[in-house]
């Protein structure tokens, strides 16, 4: 018999936590998992999933406008319904959630719908109460979003209650920079909202290829999108027709209908008690080693809550490395060199391995091929948008070190890419492949 209640307790069910249940329960382990909110996290509920439907729903305004030039009779007057679009994603939402719940259930994975606080190295009180020992403790809260401290900054939203709203805004101001600032931004350009965002700098998406997000801001401002940058918020007014009136340093004032924050995200951590089994932080986040332990030999932190990458796949093959190393008998790390990530923006960018700066820092010079083309799509839907791939290779060697991208479909092209940019390929191997004509792809091949 074990000294303790559970071999694994996790807290949080998001992508992190609900992957290392599952694994260390096949591995035959005792688990439970504590979730106050809804099983599959920030990714399932209320982010990547849902936002990325949304994106789906807003390439229609586009694809509708374009049919006409490829024969389709399309009615100058079209009508969209936000709430049939938002209640429907949300039934998928329902779905996934379900799905989640029910790998748990079958994997013999004990679900526990409450808060969890830790009171020590092995144990934890839950919202009833009731007070559990476990044997590992696995944090994967995840992250929070980042509201500025202003005056009035109770009147905005984020994005965990933007899937919520009953309408879309006349006008939005949205707060950010990042991708999740330049997503939705495109989402609600295209469904009709006059979309202005404002950022501290005068820099959108901050680590990707600089050619790459300038073509994207290029492209956001010939859709109508209004950047205001190197503006801090001085305050946020409810006026008495209800509109917000938001002030700004370096800019005049702005009366909108909705402000969102998409100011970063913030390790979901206070609360948790870590303090009492001696969890170090760091901004907030869990320190932890290339294992995921924490500085508490018996608890461990995987995901957004840690201090590495913010990004779903990353928290999965974190959660499968800790279940495989403690309970699996094979001890695995997760490889954080040339992980691929997309902005689903309108049009969407991808990129993986260094950009152009990054590689001149680290090695002197690069080699750097481009291909800057108008897709055969946008040529005869007459609509003047440009692709932009671009590849950083080695001087020397030739080996490929970044590849990125913005067009249609630039996610689904490079997640094949980055298989060969993972593999150390060089720019010579991807020009002995012959091209698949006539795709986007093949520029991959002939760029120049």
Known sequence: MSDYDYDLFVIGAGSGGTRASRVAAAHGAKVAVAEEYRVGGTCVIRGCVP????VYGAHFAEDLKDARRFGWDVPEQLNFDWKRLRDNVMEEVDRINGAYTATLNNNGVEIILDRATITGPHSLTLGDGREVTAKYILIATGATP???ECPGHELGITSNEVFQLDAVPKRILIAGAGYIANEFAGIFNEFGAKVTLINRSDVILRGYDESIRDRLLQISMMKGLDFRFNAKFQGIEQ?????LRVSMTNHEPIDVDCV??????APNTAGLG????GVELSDGAVVVDADNKSTCDSIYAVGDVTNRVQLTPVAIREGQAFADTIF????????YENIPSAVFSHPPMAGVGLTEAQAKNKFGSVKVYTSDFRP???????????ALYKMVCHAESGVVLGLHMIGPDAPEILQAAAVAVKAGLTKDAFDQTVALHPSMAEELVLLR
């Open 51 to 54: 936002k990325k439907l949304l």
């Open 146 to 148: 980042v509201v500025p």
């Open 239 to 243: 006026q008495p027709d209800g509109c």
């Open 260 to 265: 969102l924050f998409a100011t970063g995200r």
């Open 274 to 277: 870590l303090e009492s089994a």
């Open 328 to 335: 699996g008998g094979k001890p695995t790390q997760v490889d």
């Open 376 to 386: 055969m799509k946008n040529v005869l839907a007459n609509r003047n948008e440009r």
